[in-house]
């Protein structure tokens, strides 16, 4: 069984969408028929459960660390794609985790027999005992100065244990008058962006309505651009499952296109 591919969805400043990315991120893999894990691992705040319309857990990521819970028991299964998820509980007793409890987490959840682990987090730097554990890092920023600030200083620090990160810039053209240009935040950041996802009333929507954008609607710009990140996923575990359906092929198959190639 290969190990799961682990994505931590990350940023150093709160508020740039990482809920949104991981839990549509989550649901465009599944839809891919990928078997994946998504693991709500913001203590302080969780909302995965919001965006689905679960509340009131009694028992999830922060009993399971603490040791009064184990994930078999606990792990919640989202009908409408048959998701698996690691809630967040709603108990407001603050905790702090020691680096061990986390890592003792992240080896249970690489041994189970998923094609993807995603993490939301909450914001702020990770911890150095479970870097090892992640394939990727996926850092949101705005494009904005103090996001991208803050996203350049938070790939620093990726950089410097060696895990693997990529930039996605989530709400492009919210503030177009204002937001950073593509140049000086790869600049910045010290590599290309990775994907970008679009400001979209859709997400308004999906949280009144409890449910993922991408299922609300898989033709928004919003999950046109999710799935044209989670191609990239698949390709990291070296699979080339996700055909795009025709008419629909995305950025490098309209330049592909534009080149005679099929
Ligand atoms: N692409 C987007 N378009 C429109 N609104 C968005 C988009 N991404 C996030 N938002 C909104 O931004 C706010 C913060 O998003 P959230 O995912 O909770 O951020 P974080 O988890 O980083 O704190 C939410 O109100 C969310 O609805
Ligand atoms: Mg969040």
Redesign the pocket.
Known sequence: MPKPYVIRVS?E??????????VNVACALRSLKYKVLLVDT?IATP?VGEHLGIRDIEKGYKEILKGEAKIEDILFAYEPLDLKIVLGSSSQTPFNPSAEQITKFYEQITKLDYDFIVI?SP?GFFIEGPARFYDEVAI?TTPDTTSCVSSARLARICDKYRIKHRLVV??SG?NSKFEMSTEDIEKMYGDVIYGM????????E??VRHQPAYILNKSSP?SLAIEEICKGYALRIGDPRPEPPPGRRGFFGALAGVFGIK
């Open positions: 940023s400043k709160g508020g740039v969408g990482k809920t949104t990315v991981s913001d909302s939301d914001p949101i989530n709400r919210y996802i679009p400001e979209d009333k859709i997400i308004s999906s949280l919003f």
